[in-house]
């Protein structure tokens, strides 16, 4: 139940509040005395006596709110803060499990390992997500199938848990690349524009898309008005998106080429980070980071709050000075017959 901006748990109580006038009526003490005019005009007694009625009002008043459980309710606030909206989308195939950015075909047996492509993307995506403390997130992994696991959501803990737990096991070995991309975008509908809108993808492959799959993204990635950033992670450091002079003849026509001339040919800000080393991972989210400062409208949380507290305080002064005044009665009466 709602009453004066608050929500009552327990609100039949409320119909307990007038015991809170108990102390006003009198019990035998009312005095006879002989002759009226022997008691002297006493207005200090009388506020006095007001006073304390009053307080013992309070307590019991303060004490019925208290057991019906008042609380303020969750509520959402805007504010205008400086970030933008990001949807990561993380490759979780087999091939993440790789070691990241080798020099040599040998080394690539090494599967799982501290420096495998999953964990350098945790670590990495961990400290740009609490670097950015009023960006909106969402989460995306996908392989086989792309699962939203996360909508967009202000909650950093909540994005931060995602992150670890995308890293823990082994990924399994198809990429569905096309059902991911959409997926991502399709995460913003329905949503009011608030500012700079990103998708985030995070992988070390492509797939080769079909004509249905590129008209689908690039009109919805048109109609949502998305960035795209893809921070490529290279498993051998030699290979390039861009297409060069020195080529090895092996990466002539691969997927991830082919993914990289799409994303530059649909109409929507793109720009690929070629991440071949730790160092090259780092620069292209921090040049992310400082690039998506814009003025961005956040929806915050407010939790429900519990306000017992608040009447149990009130109840407890109140009840500190009554205590007081009888102590302060009791003293006086020893003095008197002393």
Not at 153 to 174: M, P, Q
Not at 285 to 300: A, G, P
């Amino acid at each position: 139940m709602m009453l004066a901006g608050l929500e009552w748990d327990h609100a039949w109580l409320l119909f307990l509040l007038p015991l809170a006038l108990l102390p006003w009526f009198n019990h035998n003490l009312d005095k006879t005395v002989a002759w009226v005019n022997l008691v002297p005009v006493d207005p200090l007694s009388r506020v006095i006596n007001l006073t304390l009625k009053s307080l013992a009002s309070l307590v019991i008043a303060c004490l019925i709110l208290a057991l019906a459980s008042p609380s303020l309710p969750e509520q959402k606030r805007e504010r205008i803060g400086e970030g933008a909206e990001i949807v990561l989308l993380l490759d979780r195939s087999r091939s993440m499990d790789d070691p990241f950015a080798v020099k040599a075909q040998a080394a690539t047996v090494s599967v799982g390992g501290d420096n495998s492509k999953r964990n350098v993307a945790r670590e990495y995506l961990t400290e740009f997500v609490k670097n950015r403390p009023d960006d909106r997130f969402g989460f995306v992994f996908f392989s086989t199938k792309a699962i939203n696991l996360l909508p967009l959501t202000y909650d950093k803990e909540a994005v931060l848990a995602t992150i670890n737990a995308n890293a823990l096991g082994k990924g399994l070995s198809d990429t569905n690349m096309a059902e991911a991309l959409i997926s991502s975008a399709k995460m913003f509908e329905d949503q009011p524009y608030r500012g700079s809108r990103i998708v985030l993808l995070v992988s070390d492959g492509g797939q080769l898309l079909t004509d249905e799959a590129k008209e689908e993204i690039a009109s919805t990635y048109r109609e949502m008005n998305l960035t795209i950033y893809w921070i490529y992670l290279k498993s051998r450091q030699e290979m390039t998106l861009e297409a060069s002079d020195n080529d090895n003849l092996l990466w002539v026509d691969i997927p991830e080429r082919k993914l990289h001339t799409f994303f530059k040919s649909i109409g929507v800000p793109y720009r690929a980070f070629e991440a071949g080393s730790l160092e090259s991972f780092a620069d292209a989210l921090s040049e992310i980071d400082r690039q998506h400062y814009q003025t961005l409208i956040v929806e915050e949380t407010l939790p429900h709050e519990p306000k017992e507290d608040v009447f149990l305080w009130l109840a407890m002064l109140a009840m500190l000075l009554l205590a007081s005044s009888h102590l302060y009665t009791w003293w006086g009466v020893k003095k008197a017959h002393e």
